[in-house]
């Protein structure tokens, strides 16, 4: 997609970890290493809380060191952590995920999706359930800022399947949620569930504080491609995402391979002066 020239204040690069996750399991440091070689400033690891990694999906059980090992590792890098991708902090669970954030430095955690919310995986087509959704928002995003760390809330496409009467559940979420929660915009999914990522975007304002940019051919079920190779509109995306801290790189699935999409999306970024990546 061609690239308009228009003003665009550039913002840091980071790349989210879901992306390479099977190279992670095969070689935790060394992949970092590489990210950092690619010329990205940051990343946005997961935590999975107290799920152990055998309960998870093969190509998920990614063995995440000790939050202080962890940061020792970045810091020799030079990787700082845009966001933590992590579980509601609620419950007995609530201070293992805020501590791992404010060890990693970070002061944004996000979840990632409602199926990642127990008791919480059908919010998006069910009212009570949604509703009930939004009141642990609230209680953890009250829990984090005591903290000084901010909840965020990343949307995949099913937030836009179900039509409550005129409004979808992402709709309502917003409408609702206490206003300390903030968004992690996904401008892919919204592409694929038939949504402007603009529009969410800039109707979200200030509270859009992270966007993960991807590529691809907006269908469910396709693999996605290095950014500015597809059908979504990177420079308008980034355009209209001005309250976002960081410009996110995540691909799911890649139709090609991983390391080298991600290279080209970063290097499609910077060349382009949307964002900040590393220099040398």
Partial sequence: MPVENMPVEKKPLAVNLFSVRRELIADFEGTHARLAEMGFLGIEPMIFGPIPLEALPEDMRVPTPPADEYRAMLDRMGLRVASLHAPLPEGDGADYALDFAQTLGTDQLVLASFMALPNAANAHADL??????????????????????SLGFHNHHFEWEVDFDGRYAWDLFWSKVDPRVRAEVDVYWATAAQQDPTRVLRDLGPRATRVHLKDGPGILNEPQVALGEGKVDIPACVEAAVHAEWHIVELDECATDMFEALEKSANYLVRNDFSIGREG
Avoid: V
């Fill in 128 to 149: 009570a359930i949604l509703d009930d959704a939004i009141r642990r928002f609230g209680a953890a995003a009250e829990l984090a800022a005591a903290r000084g760390i």
